[in-house]
C-alpha cells in the first residue's frame, strides 16, 4: 500500500491510525523513518503525511481517529 503526498492533498484525511498486527509481518515507511512490525507491536501514525507499507501473510486491525473529533487526544499524540 502507498499514500503519497499528491493522497494527502487530493483528500484530506486528517486522522490518526492506530494499527495492530494480528499475524504476519509489515514493513512500513513513514517519511524517512522505516520500521518492521511484528504481531501484537502496536503503530501510530498520521494519516495526513505520505507512509508506504508492505506485508507479508498479514491480518491486521486499524482504528482511525479524526483529529478534530478528539482535539485533546490529538494535542497529545502530536507531542
Known amino acids: 500500500f502507498r499514500r503519497g503526498s499528491q493522497?494527502?492533498?487530493r483528500d484530506g484525511l486528517d486522522h490518526w491510525a492506530?494499527?495492530?498486527?494480528r499475524r504476519g509481518q509489515n514493513r512500513l515507511r513513514?517519511?524517512?523513518s522505516?520500521?518492521?512490525v511484528h504481531p501484537g507491536e502496536p503503530v501510530l501514525f498520521s494519516l495526513n503525511q505520505p507512509w508506504e507499507s508492505e506485508w507479508d501473510d498479514a491480518s491486521w486491525v486499524t482504528l482511525c481517529i479524526p483529529r478534530h473529533a478528539y482535539p485533546d487526544l490529538s494535542a497529545g499524540l502530536a507531542t
Do not use: A
Not at 18 to 21: F, G, K, S
Open 34 to 36: 522505516c520500521y518492521v
Open 18 to 21: 492506530i494499527r495492530v498486527l
Open 7 to 9: 493522497h494527502t492533498r
Open 30 to 32: 513513514l517519511g524517512d
